[in-house]
């Protein structure tokens, strides 16, 4: 390592930026939003409603319907006519033009749906725009070139859709989970119910907006917003022959339990703890890349997060130094500042877990280190973190604080990486930082991880499955695996 790359860090971080803001101007926000069913925004039937804010400044966004059983008892039985008159028999290469429409849309619409999702979610805009977005499209464009070759997918000959899906989302990638789940679903020939979680409803409204410009048929999206309680009720109805969760293992359980012996086919996608693992053989500046993307990307707000890394005894010196000046250059602060790297958290509720955690680990006696950086006044926020001397029984190794707090561990031998990789009720992902090919062959074999990264991290396309196994739920989104949870094979 020459002394240039940390000169360059140092002059980056004496830089002043000007504010680089995204204009607003490309949203317009209904003051009240509706629930959309069969192809209509409406009230809920009680005419509740509940309010969502933006997180980096706390100042309410707009009003939303809050829908009830009476509403999911509407939007379910719209997606059962629409299923069975119009969506199921149609051929698949009719329902794949519906499909490349939206994913079209998505792309002509697409500034307006990251700064939409920004404000709602408190997550850059650099982010939005260049992740979230895109990804979302690529996944109706991937799913809708399978529509008319689902019996070329290796699932039998004749694979059948299996009717309505109940689907519910959580709030950190709201419109990219719902692309997830949404596309395979409606290219295998179901219909859905989306849930979008309560404190970013937004992006799923527009994107129901988008399904009407597309002139998908009414009923076969349907878009209920609304708390747990809804989730619980969609989940519960016997109109639902599909179910497709993310967010926590809590109540990922619930709704395992909830759907035992239904019939009803279920996909999990929950929490993770993800070790990081880097090798003293390791290009040093991409690995603390991936290490600072692999945290501090959305806040951590990431159920793949690379949460924990595992650094190779004798490099943890030089790798913690340097990663402590990367994360010193790090931009913390207005979302909508193309310039920021780390933006708001998503809720009081979600602070209050990443405060209690971390909180935890100083009690627990790990060193608790963050970059000097002045957190705006208004709204949630919490500054990049990083935990060093932790042990494995400390409550910031083994749980999930989905925020941006990284947990540092060494080991010495490959075995004791796999050993510590493995210490963990989860099994999402992973990832390995090292020269040698044969070293990830035999580590990616030995990981308990659904996906394991190889100097790389958090990297994601529509065409790669992605799930996990024991916490961290079943089955398989993305690729030709994802159709299989959408079919009767
Ligand atoms: P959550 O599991 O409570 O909420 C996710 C979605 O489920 C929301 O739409 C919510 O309204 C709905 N829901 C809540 N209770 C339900 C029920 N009983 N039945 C059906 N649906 C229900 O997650 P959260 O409160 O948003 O976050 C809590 C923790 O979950 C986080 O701290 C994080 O650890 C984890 N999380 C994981 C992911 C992931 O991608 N795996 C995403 C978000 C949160």
């Known amino acids: 390592m020459t002394s240039t790359p940390a000169r360059a860090l140092e002059d980056i971080a004496d830089w002043a930026y000007a504010p680089a803001p995204q204009a607003t101007d490309v949203v317009r926000i209904s003051p009240e939003n509706g629930l959309f069913i069969n192809g209509e925004f409406a009230p809920a039937a009680d005419g509740r409603q509940f309010a969502t804010v933006n997180p980096a400044t706390e100042a309410p966004l707009a009003q939303v319907a809050e829908a009830g059983q009476a509403d ?162 969609l989940v ?97 602060g207005d979302p909508l500042d193309k310039n920021t790297d780390i933006g708001a958290i998503n809720s009081r509720v979600q602070l209050d877990k990443i405060r209690e955690l971390s909180q935890a680990g100083e009690q627990e006696g790990a060193e608790r280190w963050s970059p000097p950086c002045q957190l705006p006044e208004r709204g949630f926020w919490f500054p990049p973190t990083i935990f060093t001397g932790v042990s494995q029984s400390h409550r910031i190794a083994r749980e999930e604080i989905f925020g941006p707090v990284l947990s540092v561990l060494t080991f010495r031998t490959p075995e004791e990486a796999v050993a510590k990789a493995n210490n963990t009720p989860y099994g999402l992902s992973a990832g390995i930082w090292t020269d040698k090919g044969s070293r990830i062959l035999w580590l990616s074999r030995r990981l308990r991880a659904g996906v394991v990264w190889a100097n790389t991290f958090n990297k994601f396309d529509p065409a790669s499955p992605f799930g996990g196994y024991r916490e961290s739920g079943y089955g398989r989104e993305g690729g030709r695996h994802g159709l299989a949870a959408y079919l009767d094979a």
């Not at 028999?89 to 499909?99: N, S, T």
């Not at 895109?134 to 004749?158: I, Q, R, S, V």
């Not at 809590?250 to 012996?261: M, P, Q, S, Y």
């Not at 053989?281 to 603390?288: E, R």
């Open 72 to 233: 999911v008892d509407r939007a379910v039985a719209a997606a059962t006519a629409a299923y069975e008159l119009v969506w199921r028999p149609m051929p698949g290469a009719e329902r794949a033009k519906y499909l490349y429409r939206i994913a079209r849309i998505i792309q002509e619409r697409a500034r307006e749906f990251a700064v939409l999702e920004s404000l709602d979610n408190g997550k850059p805009i650099r982010e939005s725009r260049d992740v979230d977005v895109p990804l979302a499209a690529a996944h109706f464009f991937y799913y809708a070139g399978w529509a008319d070759k689902l019996e070329y997918a290796g699932l039998g000959p004749a694979p059948r859709p299996l009717g309505v899906a109940g689907q519910v989302i959580p709030w950190n990638f709201p419109l990219l989970m719902a692309a997830w789940k949404l596309a395979p679903a409606l290219a295998a020939g179901n219909t859905c119910v989306l849930k979008p979680a309560e404190t970013t409803p937004l992006t799923a409204l527009l994107l129901a907006e988008v399904c009407q410009q597309a002139g998908l048929p009414p009923g076969v999206v349907n878009v209920l917003t609304g708390d747990g309680a809804a989730g619980a009720a």
């Open 236 to 332: 519960a109805h016997p109109g639902v022959s599909k179910v497709a969760f993310t967010g926590s293992t809590e109540v990922g359980k619930a709704i395992a339990r909830t759907v035992a012996g239904t019939g009803k086919k279920l996909t999990l996608e929950l929490g993770g703890k993800a070790a990081n693992i880097v090798f003293d053989d390791a290009p040093v500046d991409q690995a603390v890349e991936g290490i600072v993307g692999g945290i501090f990307f959305n806040q951590g707000h990431v159920c793949c997060a690379g949460s924990r890394l595992l650094v190779q005894e004798s490099v943890a010196e030089p790798v913690l130094d340097r990663l402590r000046r990367r994360v010193e250059t790090l931009r913390l």
